[in-house]
């Protein structure tokens, strides 16, 4: 048995006219396919959006909509891929906004990004997302949605369940990616260094001094990788991290990237909100 954890999926209506939605599942194991829903009617077959007015930061917990008619408290909306859960509204106004919602990615967005609000869902309850060849816990699992028109089921959208690790360590949260390619393939043993430089640093919880480290990972078949990190709260000097993905490929097929915050709350956080 591997991690168990209760998947929440949400998205939109697609730009035709769909009666029904269904979902496959790669549960038992990559790349192995079964239904998971046959058939969902859809809840409402008309997208509903409007536009962000004012530019928000990663991880905002305020939002103005250029029209909120069609959006409501705990309404769940989309922008460029992020997905948040709505609070406070007050006009077009929503004060107690929460993104990163589903395991997307929190990030900026600017004024004038379209909102789409998720009218599907479907909770996968209590899901075994079970181990790699070697016994490793799997933490991936990718789900297909597929638009039903005239009884042909159309291209899905694709969306991945993650179940990192919590991390063994108080002050420490779980940085995690995934290395795919251009067609969303899977892209297993890519090197991910962490590099931790040698300097004036120490841990303030236990005033340890911070060594410099580099902790090597390889994505596994699901192109999944983690690494523990400690948090910016934890730390104290001067200490400089960086992340290199395809650390053993080419120079000029790595890719840099100085880790710029690991912020406290939660056991868990994408790379690329570090970055």
């Not at 959006?71 to 077009?92: R, T, V």
């Not at 940085?175 to 640093?201: C, F, R, W, Y």
Request: with cysteine; proline share 6%; glycine share 12%.
């Amino acid at each position: 048995m591997g991690i168990i954890k209760t998947n929440t999926l949400r998205w939109t209506p697609p730009a035709v006219t769909a009666t029904a939605f269904k979902i496959r599942a790669d549960k038992g194991g990559p790349g192995v396919w079964a239904d998971v829903v046959a058939s969902q009617a859809i809840v409402s077959a008309t997208p509903v959006t409007t536009t962000l007015d004012g530019d928000i930061l990663k991880g905002a917990t305020a939002l103005t909509m250029a029209s909120a008619t069609n959006f409501a408290n705990n309404d769940h909306c989309i922008i460029d891929k992020e997905l948040f859960l709505l609070a406070g509204k007050s006009g077009n106004i929503f004060s107690g906004v929460e993104g990163g919602r589903g395991g997307t990615t929190k990030q900026p967005h600017n004024s004038g990004a379209t909102i789409t609000k998720c009218t599907e869902s479907y909770s996968d309850a209590n899901v075994d997302f079970g181990t790699l060849p070697g016994g490793a816990n799997r933490h991936v699992i990718r789900y297909r949605i597929f638009p039903i028109v005239g009884g042909v089921a159309l291209t899905p959208e694709e969306v991945v369940a993650v179940a990192p690790t919590p991390p063994e360590h108080g002050g420490f949260r779980t940085m995690h990616g995934m290395e795919i390619d251009s067609a969303g393939k899977p892209l297993v043993g890519i090197a991910v260094h962490l590099v931790t430089n040698q300097g004036a640093d120490y841990a303030l919880s236990s005033s340890e001094s911070i060594l410099g480290t580099t902790i090597e990972v390889l994505s596994d078949l699901d192109g999944y990788w983690e690494i523990p990190a400690m948090v910016d709260d934890e730390i104290g000097g001067t200490t400089v991290r960086t992340l290199i993905r395809n650390a053993k490929g080419p120079e000029s097929q790595r890719e840099t990237h100085p880790i710029k915050t690991v912020p406290p709350g939660g056991d868990f956080i994408s790379y690329l909100e570090c970055i």
